[in-house]
Structures are given as structure tokens and as C-alpha cells.
């Protein structure tokens, strides 16, 4: 059975830092990861897919890594900003189409 | 820019209630997922739809929960009675085809059973 980890799961940085949170899987069969974004009782918002053939995304400040190898994916956040708080999920895409999701890592960028 | 709908936002209701929630996807997503999120946790699958058939069910508490997307366009997820445990977090989520696209969500309607 699939199991998806989220670390941290909190994390609270000053404005102008770049960071990273991790994501692990124990079954390297998927064939996307996808990462998102939730607003404090908001439904969820995706920031980037990676498809299983790929090592990595990148869009604006954001840059998602890939290695299936290892089981692991990485968001890399760069020049975190008081409007990048919120929750971040990773998903991974079974053969059955089913989207598993982490825990989540809450993020706080104060000022 | 076209957006998944959930009504209602919020529903409070006693147990041993019934309460059902409506979802319109994205016009042209050919499939419709139900997920739950309880707090702190990420979103598990309850019930997958490909136009108006079931893929998958298999998280879906059937003895009390029903879905149904009878024209494969609009969906209905129905809590029947409703339970303490219920209260959650309720996602639809439309995606244009099967596998390797992105899901899209809706703004989830968030459930407190008293």
C-alpha cells in the first residue's frame, strides 16, 4: 500500500528565505506527483505536476523535484513571501488513477 | 476562468441526519471525484466517476453514503444518517480525462455534525 510522508509538518520562516519541503512514497509505481496549495478552509490549488518520466518542474518561484529512485520529491520555494502561507500537499497518481495524498506541511512566512 | 462549484460552503446538521452535497465540475470533465479531508489530514478518495459510471468506491462508506452522476455532468454525495465522525472536509474535483491530468478543485463544503 502506497504511503505518502510529509516533512515537516510545520514550518514557520521569515520573509525573504528560501526553503524546501519534502515529500516520500514507498512505492515507486505512479505515474504523476503533483503538488498543491490549501488556503486555511479553502479546497486545493495545483502549483506543479511532475509526470513520472520527468526529474523536475518550475513555475515562477516554484520548482518541483522528481526521483522516483529514491521515492522522493522535493518544492523548493524560493524568496518566500507572507502570501505563500498556507498548507502544501503532495499527491502521487496511482496506476488506477487514484490521487494519494500527504499529510500536508503548514507553512507560516511572517514579516 | 471555468471553476468547479460546491454547494453548499457549510453545513451543520444533528446526527442520524441526512445531508447531501452538490458538485458541478468543469464543463467538459469527463471525470468527477468525491474526496473527505478530515482536519489536519491531506484529501482521501471516497468515489471516482468516468461520466456517469463508477471507477472506484472502494473507500466509500456505502452502508450510509451514496453518489450519483446520473447525465455525467452534475454529482450528488449523500450522507445517510450522518455521524459524529462525519464531519469533515468535502472536495469534488473534476479532471478532463482519465490519468495524467491535473485535477481541479472546488472550494469544498465543510461538514459539522452535532
Known amino acids: 500500500k502506497q504511503e505518502v510522508t510529509q516533512i515537516p509538518a510545520a514550518l514557520s520562516v521569515p520573509e525573504g528565505e528560501n526553503l524546501v519541503l519534502n515529500c516520500s512514497f514507498t512505492?515507486?509505481?505512479?505515474?504523476?506527483l503533483q503538488w498543491f496549495r490549501q488556503d486555511p478552509g479553502k479546497g486545493l490549488t495545483s502549483l506543479l505536476l511532475?509526470?513520472?518520466?520527468?526529474r523536475e518542474q518550475t513555475s515562477g518561484r516554484l520548482n518541483a523535484s522528481l526521483d522516483k529512485s529514491s521515492g522522493r520529491s522535493t518544492l523548493y520555494i524560493a524568496a518566500s513571501q507572507p502570501g505563500d502561507s498556507a498548507t502544501y500537499l503532495c499527491?502521487?497518481?496511482?496506476?488506477?488513477?487514484?490521487?494519494?495524498f500527504g499529510t500536508g506541511t503548514r507553512l507560516q512566512v511572517f514579516p | 476562468e471555468a471553476e468547479v462549484a460546491q454547494s453548499p460552503r457549510y453545513k451543520i446538521t444533528e446526527k442520524s441526519q441526512a445531508v447531501a452535497f452538490w458538485c458541478d465540475p468543469i464543463?467538459?470533465?469527463?471525470?468527477l471525484y468525491w474526496y473527505r479531508q478530515i482536519l489536519g489530514q491531506g484529501p482521501e478518495l471516497l468515489v471516482q466517476?468516468?461520466?456517469?459510471?463508477?471507477?472506484?468506491d472502494s473507500q466509500l462508506p456505502k452502508d450510509r453514503f451514496s453518489a450519483e452522476r446520473l447525465k455525467g455532468v452534475d454529482s450528488t454525495l449523500k450522507i445517510q444518517p450522518a455521524e459524529l465522525g462525519d464531519s469533515a472536509m468535502y472536495l469534488c474535483?473534476?479532471?478532463?480525462?482519465?490519468?495524467?491530468?491535473?485535477?481541479?478543485f472546488g472550494p469544498g463544503t465543510r461538514l459539522l455534525v452535532l
Open positions: 466517476f468516468q461520466d456517469e459510471s463508477v471507477v472506484d
Open positions: 512505492d515507486s509505481a505512479i505515474y504523476n
Open positions: 511532475i509526470q513520472s518520466s520527468q
Open positions: 464543463s467538459g470533465h469527463a471525470t
Open positions: 474535483a473534476s479532471s478532463l480525462a482519465y490519468r495524467q491530468e491535473t485535477q481541479y
Open positions: 499527491a502521487l497518481r496511482s496506476s488506477t488513477d487514484k490521487l494519494i
